[in-house]
């Protein structure tokens, strides 16, 4: 009964949305849809060809990775049978602040999906409270595992996930693991779907340059409708967009919710490191280590190592998704603060790796990170401008092109194999615009960083020039370019 009031209401939800469509259709002029008028709807389209363009490559690529190299690369993988298996498996799990619901959700998976892999498998909880090691003994002694199963345990002082990180692999170091053993990262509100690590380990024998790798992601979101599918939403394109950078071994994330490592790698000294202590030397902000972004800061060092990166679509984990307020705009606004962040901060060093290590489309890909925010503001403004000078009639013709183009990329995304809700046109929109802005925010100001559900903060003793000349000189530079920007366009309008 449940199920069918979801689908009564998402397909009102779909009619209404159509409705809207043909009610904005119906009001504009006749000579809007004659192919031969200069106001025919489809050519304010004409400013979004990059960004059309780079989607476009994106969901071929990625359709391509799925439905014929991936499976491809599996049957491979299926034939070497035992010789493909881990000598050891390390589960690092990090975990602060998380309510003991989904704590105990995820334990319970971890230590499930160490008696189901059969492999010798060591569980590292990278902890701060002491209720989350009591809470982890007493699941292990209910769930009893067999002795190749094995616990350690790495008290921190709540200082940030990538001190918990650091000393997890510094604890995984110490059990000297040799070239065949393989370690999992796992955040703390992370459930383990069954066979995860059975579907990643054979990736490691089959590639001998693979560094790491990372998983397809569900999610439980324990807040409104709109934010549950905003995140559903961004999961279904993050599969997408994982799949175009695996066909070119070269994902441009190990997101920090569950990635697989040869063991060796997070071993290596240099590796630590730049988890740990990852800064950014910047021009006007001076320097600054990062709060955020460790699975950025993983890939980055996998890169600067020689390593390459891979995607795993058939296996899946699912996360509890707790919103920093309750307020959709507030949440949404602070969850893309934090990730643009970290994108922009690793996206001027990682292009400094250049092609040769690269690859000409990955270094397309992250160029196309930094002028995205401008290019994605460039259609709303035209119509605006367009509209003031011209006639109301250019913003409706330009409404109605993005809730046609906005409804046919949901149905797009229908091949990802994650649901679609009617929300979904509406939410893409608002990320476009809501999205580019926040980027052109945090673009000028790459030194501020903050945790949404921890506290810790980034204290840089900054003296009284700088604590007066960062955040001025931030303001000059987004003003300047927001009126370059504008100005530019009302000329060619």
Not at 106 to 118: L, M
Not at 284 to 303: A, E, I, P
Request: net charge positive; charged share 20%; with cysteine.
């Amino acid at each position: 009964m449940e199920s069918f009031n979801a689908q009564l209401r998402s397909g009102a939800g779909w009619l209404f949305y159509v409705s809207i469509l043909l009610g904005a259709a119906v009001l504009l002029p006749h000579d809007v849809f004659d192919p031969s008028s200069k106001e025919f709807l489809f050519i304010l389209g004409a400013v979004g060809i990059w960004r059309y363009s780079m989607g476009a490559i994106h969901y071929v690529r990625g359709l391509i990775f799925l439905y014929i190299v991936f499976p491809h690369y599996r049957r491979q993988a299926r034939k070497l049978g035992d010789s493909a298996d881990p000598s050891h498996v390390f589960l690092l799990v990090t975990s602060f602040r998380i309510d003991a619901l989904t704590t105990a959700q995820v334990y319970r998976s971890v230590v499930q999906e160490a008696i189901d892999c059969g492999y010798p498998t060591t569980i590292v909880c990278s902890i701060v409270e002491l209720s989350d090691e009591l809470l982890m003994k007493n699941l292990w002694g209910q769930m009893n595992p067999p002795d190749r199963v094995g616990l350690d345990f790495v008290r921190i002082a709540g200082t940030g996930k990538r001190d918990g990180l650091a000393h997890g692999f510094r604890a995984i170091s110490r059990h000297l693991p040799d070239e065949n053993a393989i370690a999992a990262v796992i955040d703390g509100d992370t459930v383990l779907s069954s066979g995860v690590v059975r579907k990643t380990a054979p990736y490691f024998k089959l590639f001998d340059n693979l560094g790491g790798l990372t998983t397809n992601e569900f999610c439980e979101v324990r807040g409104s409708y709109v934010m549950s599918e905003w995140h559903k939403l961004r999961f279904a394109q993050r599969h997408i967009n994982m799949c175009s950078m695996a066909l070119s071994k070269r994902v441009l994330t190990l997101t920090g919710r569950m990635s697989m490592f040869r063991a060796q790698v997070v071993t290596n000294p240099g590796f630590i490191a730049d988890v740990e202590n990852d800064h950014l030397e910047h021009w006007r902000l001076g320097s600054f280590k990062f709060l955020t972004g460790d699975d950025k800061s993983s890939w980055f060092s996998l890169m600067r190592l020689g390593y390459d990166t891979f995607y795993v679509p058939d296996a899946a984990i699912n996360t509890v998704e707790h919103p920093p307020e309750k307020s959709f705009v507030k949440a949404s606004r602070k969850l893309m603060f934090r990730w643009y962040g970290n994108n922009l901060r690793q996206n001027s060093r990682a292009l400094g790796l250049g092609v040769s290590r690269l690859g000409i489309f990955t270094s397309i890909v992250l160029f196309d990170q930094r002028v995205s925010m401008w290019t994605s503001l460039l259609g709303p403004c035209v119509a605006i401008i367009a509209s003031i000078k011209y006639g109301f009639a250019f913003l409706l013709i330009y409404l109605l092109w993005i809730g046609l183009t906005r409804l046919l990329l949901t149905l797009m995304l229908l091949a990802s194999g994650h649901e679609v809700g009617p929300a979904y046109p509406l939410i893409l929109y608002y990320n476009q615009i809501v999205g580019a802005m926040v980027k052109v925010y945090v673009f000028f100001r790459l030194d501020q960083q903050s945790w949404t559900r921890q506290k810790t903060k980034l204290n840089r003793d900054l003296g009284r020039y700088r604590s007066w000349f960062n955040p001025w000189s931030s303001r000059a530079m987004t003003f300047s370019a927001a009126s370059v920007f504008v100005a530019a366009l009302m000329w060619v309008v």
